[in-house]
Nanobody, 124 residues
Framework: QVQLVESGGGLVQAGGSLRLSCAASGRTFSNYAMAWFRQAPGQERGFVAGISGLGSGSRTYYADSVKGRFTISRDNEKNTLYLQMNSLKPEDTAVYFC???????????????WGRGTLVTVSS
């Protein structure tokens, strides 16, 4: 199995940037599809960005709400997933979760493995 630990969350002003990291442990990290989801209080956990496994071309996908502002990437040599978040908005405030699955998923309930989350707070 893949174990996931997020880091990099914090408090930033609107318009600022943060870079989230997800350290993964597991024998087959490079072949897993990876994603970031987020969950605000009282809201369902929603898809933010995803990247397919190495064997699937490491293709990236983004929710419309973050397209053009966020960039997902992975470093398979370091078993690390990243989310570069620029032009942050107060609406981006949420707990951000790293996720892994053998296939690419955008529905949270279909995800096999989760990190415990890191809080991102964007002030206006």
């Amino acid at each position: 199995q893949v174990q996931l630990v997020e880091s990099g969350g914090g408090l930033v002003q609107a318009g600022g940037s943060l870079r989230l990291s997800c350290a993964a442990s597991g024998r087959t990290f490079s072949n897993y599809a990876m994603a970031w989801f987020r969950q605000a209080p009282g809201q369902e956990r929603g898809f933010v960005a995803g990247i397919s496994g190495l064997g699937s071309g490491s293709r990236t996908y983004y929710a419309d709400s973050v397209k053009g502002r966020f960039t997902i990437s992975r470093d398979n040599e370091k078993n690390t997933l990243y989310l570069q978040m620029n032009s942050l908005k107060p609406e981006d405030t949420a707990v951000y979760f790293c996720a892994a699955d053998q296939t690419f998923q955008t529905t949270a309930r279909r995800i096999d493995f989760w990190g415990r989350g890191t809080l991102v707070t964007v002030s206006s």
